[in-house]
């Protein structure tokens, strides 16, 4: 977390005593009841304004929407948001898995033997039967974020994979197999919001919408509806924007149906469509809407709230030309959105490159 | 003071305890004669407080099924492959449970019981 702040810092051109908001992302290895003071005290950070956020995996994008409002309101001029954990080596991989199977519902799921696995795999079979969608569908996006993931010093995984892997690897909570799930990864991520435009490339934040329908995946009405599209409707409300003027993306995948419902829900694909998208070569790095060029949750890594930051640090790259290898066309608007639980917490984001 | 976890508990007891009874219980709104999904402080569609509860025939339909075959705890290794469905209950109310393998979405199908460790759950099978 130091080494991802300092890093922020270093980008935005800022001293640690120009940083008067803190927002710190939750941590399941460090349930601290103050985390952010934790954290500014370890990093000597003294702000006016600060503390911990929980929003699931929407956390990352959640901070960064208050992080807006408070330099908006004139409340703070420079707000940190700042998220990390060592969620794969703080904890054993049991531990882990069963700490994540308590975003369940404490008297109708957990006790099931239900893993969070288990709430998507859930999730896919109803969306596949509705939306007529297929296991070799889901498995492009997989290909997709592992062969984006080859280009990043920095990812969890980069063994080269195909189709036909995914199909074969090992079942975990079916529809779902191994890799149609993210890994559990460590990692930090840090993203400083500013009232005044920093030097150079300037990327605003013009649009912020969310939506929160329900908790749990039993409660979860309608699979057509699960409050992404509401959650994006008002943030390109605000934009004044569409999806036609998007030309990157960064949505959330935790698993290959989180990724491949959101953009149909959204607006990124037609009902069933997404799958030939990723197959036309529209969401690759050189297609017309670039997806998730780190490698997303799936690929990249999932460390907890930073790797739901992780999509905006990458359009944040893309925008300012320090993507490396995996430079796309200089984007002009990128959309992002992150869901946490089981489409349970929505929030998008709408950057736009300014001068 | 009380303990909040047990408060949060103690709102699906009629549904627990139904279960070492061997009945489906649900929620009920009189106001709006709804089932709920979940136990609520007050009805999901009406917003009316305090729904009771009522009995289910146990027949429903299945909404979503998976088999996990990476059990979250060793609790439920043993029984790994297992089938989880949400069934749509006759009377409107969604609820997991465990089910018969081979069990697809849109097939009928009526709760039984059974005890795994120190807990009754839910089987769903086949109905006819």
Redesign the interface.
């Known amino acids: 977390m130091a080494q991802a702040a300092s890093g922020a810092l270093t980008s935005a051109g800022l001293v640690r005593a120009e940083i008067d908001g803190v927002l710190c992302g939750y941590a399941t290895t460090l349930p601290h009841l103050m985390l952010a003071n934790l954290f500014c005290e370890r990093f000597s950070l003294r702000p006016q304004y600060a503390h911990g956020m929980a929003a699931g995996g929407a956390t990352g994008a959640a901070m960064l929407m208050l992080a807006r409002e408070l330099v908006q309101s004139g409340r703070c001029r420079n707000v940190l948001v700042v998220a990390g954990e060592n969620r794969l080596s703080g904890q054993t991989r ?1 531990s882990s ?2 700490t994540l ?1 308590q975003v369940g ?5 957990v ?8 709430y998507y ?6 969306y596949m ?1 509705e939306a007529g969608i297929t296991n070799e569908d889901l498995a492009e996006f997989a290909v997709l974020m592992r062969n984006n993931a080859r280009r990043h010093p920095d990812s969890h995984l980069t063994q080269e994979i195909t189709v036909a892997d995914v199909l074969a690897s ?7 197999r191994l890799l149609d799930c993210c890994p559990i990864s460590d990692g930090a991520m840090a993203l400083i919001v500013s009232s005044e435009p920093s030097v150079g490339v300037r990327v605003k934040m013009v649009g912020a919408g969310q939506a929160h329908f329900h908790q ?4 979860l009405q309608d699979v057509m509806n699960t409050g992404a599209g509401s959650a994006a409707k008002l943030a390109f409300q605000e934009a004044g924007l569409t999806t036609n003027d998007i030309d990157y993306l960064g949505v959330y995948d935790s698993f290959t149906i989180t990724l491949l419902m959101l953009l149909e829900e959204i607006g990124f694909a037609a009902r069933g469509q997404a799958a030939q998208r990723v197959r036309q070569g529209d969401f690759s790095q050189g297609g017309v809407l670039p997806l998730n060029t780190h490698g997303g949750l799936l690929s990249f890594g999932h460390c907890g709230v930073a790797g739901g930051m992780a999509h905006t640090v990458e359009a944040y790259r893309q925008f300012t030309g320090q993507a490396g290898v995996r430079q796309v066309k200089t984007p002009t608007h990128a959309y992002i959105h992150a869901d946490g639980g089981v489409m349970s917490s929505h929030v998008s984001l709408i950057l736009s490159r300014e001068g | 003071m009380t303990n909040n976890q047990s408060v ?2 103690s709102l ?1 007891q009629p ?2 305890e139904g279960l070492t009874e061997h009945v489906l219980r649900y929620q009920h709104c009189s106001a709006c004669a709804r089932a709920q ?3 609520h402080d007050a009805c999901q569609f009406c917003g009316a407080e305090s729904p009771g509860w009522h009995t289910s025939t146990g027949r429903g339909h299945v ?14 290794r043993s ?1 790994a ?2 089938t ?3 069934v749509t209950l006759e009377e409107g109310a ?5 089910a018969t393998p081979g069990v697809q ?1 849109g097939d009928a199908v009526t709760a039984t019981f059974f005890k ?1 460790l120190d ?1 009754t ?1 839910v089987r769903f099978e086949p109905l006819g």
């Not at chain 1, 090992?170 to 779902?176: D, F, G, R, T």
């Not at chain 2, 909404?63 to 439920?76: K, N, Y």
């Not at chain 2, 969604?94 to 465990?98: A, E, Q």
Request: proline share 8%; no cysteine; charged share 10%.
């Open positions: 049991d898995i069963q199977a519902h404490a008297d109708f799921e006790p099931n033997g239900a893993s969070v696995p288990a795999g859930l999730m896919a079979s109803r039967h090992k079942p975990i909570a079916e529809p779902l749990h995946l039993t409660a | 949060m508990t699906a549904y627990l999904t979940f136990a909404h979503a099924v998976t088999v996990v075959g990476r059990a979250p705890s060793e609790a439920f029984l492959p297992y989880l469905v949400v969604r609820l997991m449970g465990h979405i795994h807990q759950l």
